[in-house]
């Protein structure tokens, strides 16, 4: 597809895992198309990716993470949102970056419920991960109802006072705090495909219900195990994302066939190699 055709309305692009790098692929999606980013780079902390995205030293790391983000954030619409997964090593840096090209929200702690068990004699163990949630403008898009946390029978129960009956976040729920605490993927948990990093549907699907109106466009440019693809669609959200590793790229297909092609709606363009 040339960029003439992307410009003139063409959504081909969309509910599709280019097996290939973001930096190249991004020019596919036209700019101002995207109701949200989730975004789950390499941590620059050594991982096996299956190639070397994930072996910068610091400062390479630092300009990769600026490069992709100034390709990325032009395919936002003005409402559109970020949400990134950092490490505590570089979230500092990056946020200050972001934060001159968007407005910061939240930071959010994902406590990943590690057991307590061993761990670092020099210094306190490290059990969570850092999401920085991005808005590009005032009037960004966020649904809180779509992921209010319901109360309990006792608790509502002990609001049971005249001034409470009716009450919208009575009967709604309370809004999710800035610490998310749900468990890590151990080797085990049904959710598990074969990648080093995978996060947990339920952390998407927050994200998607918050941040993407129905019928919305999800970009995830380090696509991984899929996470997000599978989250879009069980929203009933469209999603584009970009994954290196072929062998990755299969672990998507496999997980978006499993939901069935009538349920997530995605038909033989869903993997472009």
């Known amino acids: 597809m040339d960029q003439h055709s992307m410009q003139n309305g063409r959504t081909d692009w969309r509910n599709r895992i280019y097996c290939e790098d973001a930096l190249h692929g991004l020019a596919r999606i036209p700019d101002g198309a995207i109701d949200l980013i989730v975004a789950d780079p390499p941590y620059g902390l050594g991982k096996d990716y299956?190639?070397?995205?994930?072996?910068?030293?610091?400062?390479?790391?630092?300009?990769?993470?600026?490069?992709?983000?100034?390709?990325?954030?032009?395919?936002?619409?003005?409402?559109?949102?970020?949400?990134?997964?950092?490490?505590?090593?570089?979230?500092?840096?990056?946020?200050?970056?972001?934060?001159?090209?968007?407005?910061?929200m939240n930071e959010i702690i994902w406590d990943r419920r590690v057991p307590s068990m061993g761990?670092?004699?020099r210094s306190f163990s490290s059990v969570h991960d850092t999401i920085g949630f991005f808005v590009r403008q005032k009037g960004y898009y966020f649904d809180l109802d779509a992921i209010r946390i319901p109360y309990d029978a006792e608790t509502k129960k002990a609001r049971s006072r005249s001034i409470f009956v009716g009450s919208k976040w009575l009967?709604?729920?309370?809004?999710?705090k800035d610490v998310?605490?749900?468990?890590?993927?151990?080797?085990?948990?049904r959710e598990r495909a074969?990648?080093?990093?995978?996060k947990p549907?339920?952390?998407?699907?927050?994200?998607?219900?918050?941040?993407?109106?129905?019928?919305?466009?999800?970009?995830?440019?380090?696509?991984?195990?899929?996470?997000?693809a599978v989250a879009a669609r069980r929203c009933g959200r469209d999603y584009v994302g970009f994954e290196l590793n072929t062998e990755y790229c299969e672990i998507i297909e496999q997980r978006l066939a499993a939901l069935g092609g009538d349920a997530c709606g995605y038909g033989q363009t869903a993997l472009a190699l």
Not at 76 to 99: C, D, N, Q
Not at 207 to 212: D, I, P
Not at 219 to 225: E, Q, V
């Open 171 to 176: 009967e709604l729920g309370y809004n999710p």
């Open 50 to 104: 299956g190639n070397d995205s994930d072996k910068l030293d610091a400062d390479a790391y630092l300009r990769w993470m600026q490069h992709w983000v100034d390709a990325a954030l032009p395919k936002l619409k003005p409402s559109g949102s970020l949400y990134i997964f950092l490490t505590w090593r570089y979230a500092p840096e990056i946020f200050v970056m972001l934060k001159q090209r968007m407005t910061m």
């Open 201 to 228: 549907l339920e952390i998407v699907e927050r994200m998607v219900k918050a941040s993407c109106p129905p019928g919305g466009v999800v970009l995830d440019p380090f696509m991984g195990s899929g996470t997000t």
């Open 194 to 198: 074969d990648h080093p990093t995978q």
């Open 119 to 121: 761990g670092s004699t």
């Open 180 to 189: 998310w605490s749900v468990s890590r993927l151990h080797r085990e948990h």
